[in-house]
């Protein structure tokens, strides 16, 4: 069995190296947390890529509400990644209702073609988790959903988690489960014993939340809590 994943969320720089430094295997790359996390500048994702050498997931979202019209915007700013050398990237949509909007979502897995991409947690926050995973699953490209199994967390997503877990294998269950939101370090035993093997983090990689960077010393605890 391979080892557990730990993927951190990098604003900087500064936090990549420190992130790489704790032993992270990935980071998620975004910028302005105060909108839960939005496409970082080209220049921002080569200063990243030149600091580090970890597997770099991109987000692409331009905004705290994504409506039909920003489609175009949004394909830019895929393209120029591209161009900069961006070859991972974490995406999804959901229209008013809270269902999946399968055209803007296929549309960038198209812009995105050949690269593996995550589902993020507006899975979390849709009508229907089961319609979600099956109207994405067969979109090209996609390996991973990140998810709390719950819009309040993993406190209350817990058993959400472990009965998607158990379907491993059936349609629209093949991707893997990336646990995150709301993550603490005393949900990880558990996880762990059901079968979760990644974890994501973000301000728990800090000191102070996401006034401060990130603590290679606190990444460090996470690998070997997940490695325990």
């Given at each position: 069995?391979?080892?557990?994943?730990?993927?951190?969320?990098?604003?900087?720089?500064?936090?990549?190296?420190?992130?790489?430094?704790?032993?992270?295997?990935?980071?998620?790359?975004?910028?302005?947390?105060?909108?839960?996390?939005?496409?970082?500048?080209?220049?921002?994702?080569?200063?990243?890529?030149?600091?580090?050498?970890?597997?770099?997931?991109?987000?692409?979202?331009?905004?705290?509400?994504?409506?039909?019209?920003?489609?175009?915007?949004?394909?830019?700013?895929?393209?120029?990644?591209?161009?900069?050398?961006?070859?991972?990237f974490v995406f999804g949509f959901l229209d008013p209702q809270g269902e999946?909007?399968?055209?803007?979502?296929?549309?960038?897995?198209?812009?995105?073609?050949?690269?593996?991409?995550?589902?993020?947690?507006?899975?979390?926050?849709?009508?229907?988790?089961?319609?979600?995973?099956?109207?994405?699953?067969?979109?090209?490209?996609?390996?991973?959903?990140?998810?709390s199994g719950a819009p309040a967390g993993v406190d209350a997503g817990q058993g959400v988690l472990e009965g998607?877990?158990?379907?491993?294998?059936?349609?629209?269950?093949?991707?893997?489960?990336?646990?995150?939101?709301?993550?603490?370090?005393?949900?990880?035993?558990?996880?762990?014993?059901?079968?979760?093997?990644?974890?994501?983090?973000?301000?728990?990689?800090?000191?102070?939340?996401?006034?401060?960077?990130?603590?290679?010393?606190?990444?460090?605890?996470?690998?070997?809590?997940?490695?325990?």
């Amino acid at each position: 069995m391979s080892r557990p994943i730990v993927e951190v969320i990098a604003l900087t720089a500064q936090d990549a190296r420190a992130a790489e430094s704790g032993g992270a295997d990935r980071l998620e790359l975004v910028t302005d947390m105060a909108a839960d996390g939005l496409t970082p500048s080209v220049a921002d994702f080569a200063g990243i890529r030149a600091a580090v050498s970890l597997p770099l997931r991109v987000m692409l979202r331009i905004r705290d509400g994504f409506t039909p019209g920003d489609l175009d915007d949004l394909l830019a700013r895929t393209s120029a990644l591209r161009a900069e050398g961006a070859e991972e990237f974490v995406f999804g949509f959901l229209d008013p209702q809270g269902e999946v909007d399968l055209a803007a979502t296929a549309a960038v897995a198209e812009a995105v073609a050949g690269c593996p991409w995550t589902f993020h947690r507006a899975l979390d926050h849709s009508a229907d988790r089961a319609g979600v995973r099956a109207a994405v699953s067969t979109l090209p490209g996609l390996d991973t959903f990140l998810t709390s199994g719950a819009p309040a967390g993993v406190d209350a997503g817990q058993g959400v988690l472990e009965g998607e877990l158990a379907k491993d294998g059936e349609p629209g269950y093949t991707q893997r489960i990336l646990v995150g939101g709301g993550l603490r370090a005393d949900h990880v035993p558990g996880l762990k014993a059901a079968g979760f093997d990644a974890f994501h983090i973000g301000g728990a990689a800090r000191v102070d939340g996401w006034t401060t960077p990130v603590d290679p010393a606190r990444v460090a605890a996470w690998r070997t809590l997940a490695d325990a």
